[in-house]
């Protein structure tokens, strides 16, 4: 069995079960004359001549499954034979093996998942229930897996013309912050929590600190945390967690405006404040911060028509793209040369709600065209210093091979009026090999004679 510190999701759960369809087997066939007593010794007898988990216990990083693996010394898994199985990789255990494997399915799973809901979000042909249900599976792989491509989707739905589509991904992007992969951080949460609410802010503060120790990475900790600076009076250490959680978790637009909001209250901060309710907008353009916003323009009013401009060159026009995704709104900020992961995720969001609405308007082929050109040239890194080079290549990359599929999706359309079977094969043609699109193409054709009938 697996050990405790392993959290196990629905999928896992399900590839475990499998391990006990035999046991049940046995049961049956032992329960048709004998005693309880020999059916549970047939259970147990079964239960010794099954394999062991093939994996160890470990944590996965946000990014990488096997990151901070670690395995138990000298231990093997035997398969169904007794037969140790022998490594492939010098130096590499069974286990260490067997744990790999694992990983990559489940990555290969979360990728398969991911893409399909994002299909289904995508699809003028789909339901409202069946897109709701999209958005709960990107959920689960965002919580579950920390998955930021789901994450990234979800947040490319809050400008999704239905409210009902666009408020469930809020709710699942809060729940997707406010929690941990693991279910043991999630418990200390959830008591730090319980007595942060009764007032006992040094209780609750031992455990954000013990969190903080165990998971440096986790922005939500430090988000909570700094609650218990502001409750001490602490400003300057309850605005460097908030930083702190920001730079951890780019995208979240909540410690944005509570951000903000500290800033301007407190320091004075109104351009500062100003930017980040801009980037919180512009991310989730429903969150109520006009009460906000008409504070920070009485106390300083030349910010109001700077607010104007800047909304009017971020609206979408088949001119030109938006001032948030051109290199001029990026490159001078600090997260570009010091952080260019995060600010590649910050940016990744941005382009994923430009998609959105570049399929809402139904762009024609030749203006979208024009515009994934615009980005291409704009973000060549030769073109920026070798400080961003860093940062300017992967927004660039991205940009290119977005296009690339973008262009060819918009073609297969043109070709098969929409035919969605076709679409979906022209894109897996990219992603696996001839016999995966063979087989796909066998299995459309079994469906095809099956409807004829």
Partial sequence: MPPSSVVLGHREQHWLRGRSQRQWHVLAMASKGATAICCLVAILRSMLLQPALPFQAGHRARNSCTARHATAGGQHFADIGGKIPMPTLPGQTANEEGFNDLCTRWNREEAEAVQDSKRKLQSDKTSIDTKLLAVNELEYWAVRRGGYDAEIILIGTLKSPSKELAGQAHISLKKTWAAHFSAWVNSDIDQGRVLQRDGDTDGAMLIFEKVIRENPLWGEAYRLRAKCWNKRGEIDKTIEDLRRALEFCPNNYLTMIELGITLMDKKQAYEESAKLFKSALDLCPFLPVSTFLATLHSKMPSLKAQWEAEKKANEFSVDSPPLRLLPESWVDRYEATERPNQAFLRIGAELEQWFAEVRMNKVSKPIQRKLWSILVIKWDPDKH??????????????????????????DVEEEVLGDPDEIHLHEVESEYDADAVAFLRQIRRERERQRAR
């Fill in 385 to 410: 210093s070798r400080a961003l080079r860093s940062f300017t290549t992967q927004v660039h990359n991205a940009i290119k091979s977005r296009r690339e599929r973008e262009l060819a999706k918009a």
